[in-house]
């Protein structure tokens, strides 16, 4: 995983997700620095068939999801892009 994080910039970064003989995958991130309260998270991919989602976001990381567009199984890597907007 990679991010950026400092006290004048919003946290974010990228987490490669692997899907398995499988039309979605997850993957659990902790933010670089943990946040007073729950912010909001934004996320996307770089994959044409595949959507990102965000949830069980708390003060120290979240969930990020991945699913198939057309729910075909299939074995590949997303990379799921991500931004805390506090």
């Given at each position: 995983m990679r991010y950026v994080a400092s006290y004048n910039r919003p946290q974010c970064g990228?987490?490669?997700i692997v899907v398995t003989a499988a039309t979605a995958?997850?993957?659990?991130i902790l933010f670089p620095s943990p946040l007073v309260s729950i912010p909001v998270v934004v996320?996307?991919?770089d994959h044409t068939f595949y959507g990102a989602s965000?949830?069980?976001v708390t003060?120290?990381?979240?969930?990020?999801?991945v699913k198939h567009f057309e729910n075909v199984s299939?074995?590949?890597?997303v990379n799921v892009s991500?931004?805390?907007v506090l």
């Open positions: 990228m987490t490669a995958g997850a993957a659990t996320a996307s991919t965000v949830d069980n003060a120290t990381g979240c969930r990020l999801r299939a074995t590949t890597t991500w931004i805390v």
